[in-house]
């Protein structure tokens, strides 16, 4: 092999090295903590053949639990003034679930997707007859 080719090879090795740890520098890294904060939430869908609509707020505590929940939520036509807290798991990918238990209602469970840093999320409702999706926004 002459000097050029193993020069060649050596750039070609290190581009690819540079290239790869940038990937791994860029590639998202989320956990619980990027939940946290006050956000305002709003999510429509049906439980079963009921179309719902709802909003609402949380605080999250950046340690898995969503606190101090309240929400409005139209069934039907019905109102219902709802609270709830939640506990919620987030993968490195930016996926996560929450499980929150309703006052006066059965548990609700979501799956959830961070966007912007976790400053939104967008979820959908992974409860048994219900079909729901919304998004969840930080606020102030």
Known sequence: MTYAHLHR???ASLVLALVAAAAEAHAARFDESDIRGDYAFTFDGSAGAVPIAAVGRFFADGKGNMLGGRRTLVAGGAV????????????ADGRGTADCPVDGATP??????LVKDGQDAY??????????????????
């Open 108 to 113: 609700e469970s979501f799956s959830l997707i």
């Open 80 to 91: 219902f003034e709802q609270t709830f807290h939640c506990t919620y798991v987030v993968q």
């Open 9 to 11: 090879l050596l750039n």
């Open 123 to 140: 979820f959908v409702g992974t409860t048994a007859g219900t079909t729901v999706h919304g998004t969840a926004v930080r606020q102030r």
